[in-house]
T-cell receptor, first 113, second 113 residues
């Protein structure tokens, strides 16, 4: 599985958009970009994943560059409850594939009033 | 629909004592994972089950750790005897099939004194 690089920490003002970057320059063609977050004292929470097209769900949007070497997770209107560690992970997503999740240290997002 | 359930949430024991953690995955999920998370680090896979079969236990310290998933549903992770370095959060996750999106439980925080 490809390795990812994320900034260790970021701040965001409440109500503003939070844009979390991730570099994955060694991603291969059949690997997806996954985002999880972990709020203090909770288990990781799945947010979103994508292959090459931009994706949006009720939690966030995922923007993947055309060369797929980087991506950005966007929380459109950050709240204090979005304060968490955000993990960007590259993995296979396919029936029968091992595709283990390999977590790095993630980005600690602090949303401030 | 209920998520992944883990118990207990917290456990404090003295070193050399045994301890067990229990996990009930999301209904219908065939694949179950146990992860270890040390303070300030991302989760690391210990073992993966596909139904009742442990198909990836390469990271499980087999001298003191054991796991089982009887009937392919609930799972138990055991440590005997516990050491000071085992203090960590033990996370359980499940997915519909191997390679699908994983959903995590809240974790069990173990403190070994």
């Amino acid at each position: 599985d490809a390795k990812t690089t994320q900034p260790p920490s970021m701040d965001c003002a409440e109500g503003r958009a939070a844009n979390l970057p991730c570099n994955h320059s060694t991603i291969s063609g059949n690997e997806y970009v996954y985002w999880y977050r972990q709020i203090h004292s909770q288990g990781p929470q799945y947010i979103i994943h994508g292959l090459k097209n931009n994706e949006t769900n009720e939690m966030a949007s995922l923007i993947i560059t055309e060369d797929r070497k980087s991506s950005t997770l966007i929380l459109p209107h950050a709240t204090l409850r979005d304060t968490a560690v955000y993990y960007c992970i590259v993995r296979l997503f396919a029936w029968g594939s091992q595709g283990n999740l390999i977590f790095g240290k993630g980005t600690k997002l602090s949303v401030k009033p | 629909e209920a998520g992944v359930v883990q118990s207990p949430r917290y456990k404090i024991i003295e070193k050399k004592q045994p301890v067990a953690f229990w996990c009930n995955p999301i209904s219908g999920h065939n694949t179950l994972y146990w992860y270890l998370q040390n303070l300030g680090q991302g989760p690391e896979l210990l073992i993966r089950y596909e139904n009742e079969e442990a198909v990836d236990d390469s990271q499980l310290p087999k001298d003191r750790f054991s796991a089982e998933r009887l009937k392919g549903v609930d799972s138990t992770l055991k440590i005997q005897p516990a050491e000071l370095g085992d203090s960590a959060v033990y996370l359980c996750a499940s997915s519909l099939f191997v390679g699908d999106t994983q959903y995590f439980g809240p974790g069990t925080r173990l403190t070994v004194l």
